[in-house]
């Protein structure tokens, strides 16, 4: 009912366009300020369009854009673990476009037909309250967080309406299919994990607080925000990456399959991945470009500066069962872990 009443409300919000422009309509979980940032600077250029944004998390932008796929409400995609818009692109979601820089992405972080292409890199980090903690006493690996010192300190968002979450949780899940042949270490490593944790929060603005606030110690998220809320916040925040490597998704954009204005959307795609918004993406939003021909001196020292192990990660095993792992998760692991 609830997620009903979302759509309803988002219908009639689409609806309210009192000017004669043309409404180009996104999707994104990319936050507030980046997203007015691009509305203004790509209506700037085409003074005829009304960018209209839903800013939600990565799987309920994937969930709309599933419920919507017989008429879609949404002409742009921008921003989801590269595992969603695998499984959007089996489901026949989204539209083919081969951007002017194709040729400058690596091929494991793009659609090998042109569906979806990789924008950000996007490591995940243990981040810690840097006043209650040093990077030292911080955990600084997975299995750290499992020590029951941590029990009580750990905050989280809600895996289930978060992409970084369910990629953190499902990589976990997918490294026990790989060294056991069974997913039933990941998923007992993640029962472990939820007897140390606090709460879930329903977004990632109440975990910074409840981070910041010393409500608890501990989380997990991704890098580039956590930077972001230490650098531009001045919340204290810490981090470190887990030493066995750590997981690096790769986040998308895409058309959607069907749009209403399709060729209109193929020019915000260009606009918002050109290497002047990537720079600026890099500079002011603390993204890291998945782009390779990005000159390294235009980017920022925090991102020329950074050195990670990544974990070997199988995305299709993911993209196929990542679903089926987190409604398991939630049915019979969140909040019983300590049981």
């Known amino acids: 009912m609830k997620f009903t009443l979302c759509i309803f409300l988002s219908f009639i919000f689409l609806s309210c366009n009192s000017s004669n422009k043309t409404p180009l309509v996104v999707y994104s979980p990319h936050g507030k300020d980046m997203l007015e940032e691009f509305e203004k600077r790509f209506e700037k250029v085409h003074p005829d369009v009304d960018v209209q944004w839903l800013d939600m998390g990565s799987q309920d932008a994937y969930d709309r854009i599933r419920t919507e796929k017989e008429n879609p409400q949404a002409d742009m995609w921008w921003g989801a673990p590269s595992t969603m818009f695998i499984r959007a692109e089996k ?19 793009r659609s090998a037909h042109n569906f979806w292409y990789g924008t950000f890199a996007t490591p995940e980090v243990i981040a810690f309250n840097s006043h209650l903690l040093t990077s030292e006493e911080a955990p600084k690996d997975w299995n750290d967080l499992l020590d029951p010192k941590w029990k009580g300190k750990i905050i989280l968002r809600y895996p289930l309406a978060s992409g970084t979450l369910r990629i953190i949780f499902s990589s976990i899940i997918a490294q026990s299919v790989k060294n056991y042949g069974t997913d039933e270490n990941g998923f007992q490593w993640l029962r472990r994990l939820d007897a140390n944790t606090k709460a879930y929060t329903p977004d990632p603005t109440q975990m910074y607080l409840r981070l910041a606030r010393e409500e608890a110690e501990v989380t997990l998220w ?17 981090y470190n990456f887990p030493k066995s490597g750590t997981v690096s998704l790769t986040d998308g954009i ?46 920022p020292k925090w991102i020329t500066s950074t050195h990670f192990t990544s974990m070997p990660i199988d995305w299709n095993l993911i993209a196929q069962h990542e679903s089926e792992w987190m409604e398991k998760w939630d049915s019979e692991i969140k909040g019983k872990g300590s049981q």
Not at 100 to 108: G, T
Not at 224 to 238: K, L, M, R, S, T
């Open 91 to 109: 489901e026949s979601l989204l539209a083919a476009y081969t951007p002017a820089w194709a040729d400058h992405i690596a091929p494991e972080n």
């Open 254 to 299: 895409a058309i959607v399959r069907g749009c209403k204005h399709e060729k209109l959307a193929e020019e915000f795609y260009e606009f918002v991945t050109s290497k002047e918004s990537m720079i600026l993406q890099a500079r002011k939003f603390y993204r890291i470009p998945a782009r390779n021909d990005i000159p390294r001196d235009s980017l």
């Open 222 to 238: 991704d890098m580039p925000d956590i930077v972001f809320q230490a650098e531009v916040n001045h919340y204290p925040f810490g």
